[in-house]
């Protein structure tokens, strides 16, 4: 289970990675991955890609297809903004 789980965050955090618009910022080593969104206009700054990956984020937790611990009763994260350094970040970290 923890092999098969290991393997779906990669399988995310890679698939994510290859859309155009976003980026991966740590490929996950057991099961979680990082990765942001672009603003993909021209003179984009580091705020309206923080922006972006904001209102990316927001728009998967309204669909209810991923949610965040943030959420009352999550007991997993599989979805949410993560900011280490700052700046919001998508953690994607599949639930076991």
């Keep these: ?21 976003a980026e991966v910022l ?5 099961n979680q991955g990082l990765v942001r ?8 700054t580091e705020e309206d890609h ?6 990316v984020i927001a728009a998967i937790l309204r669909t209810g297809e991923a949610f965040s611990a943030a959420q009352p009763g999550a007991a997993a ?12 970040r998508k953690k994607m970290s599949p639930a076991l």
């Excluded at 740590?26 to 057991?30: A, F, G, S």
């Excluded at 969104?37 to 984009?44: C, I, K, M, P, V």
């Excluded at 923080?50 to 209102?55: I, K, L, N, S």
């Excluded at 994260?77 to 919001?88: D, Q």
Aim: aromatic letters at 4%; a positive charge.
């Design 1 to 21: 289970m923890i092999e098969r789980c290991c393997r779906h965050a990669a399988a995310i955090v890679t698939g994510i990675g290859s859309l155009r618009g």
């Design 26 to 30: 740590w490929h996950p080593v057991i």
């Design 37 to 44: 969104f672009l603003d993909e206009r021209a003179g984009s």
């Design 50 to 55: 923080d922006r972006r990956t904001d209102e």
């Design 77 to 88: 994260v599989p979805c949410g903004s993560v900011s280490a350094t700052g700046r919001p």
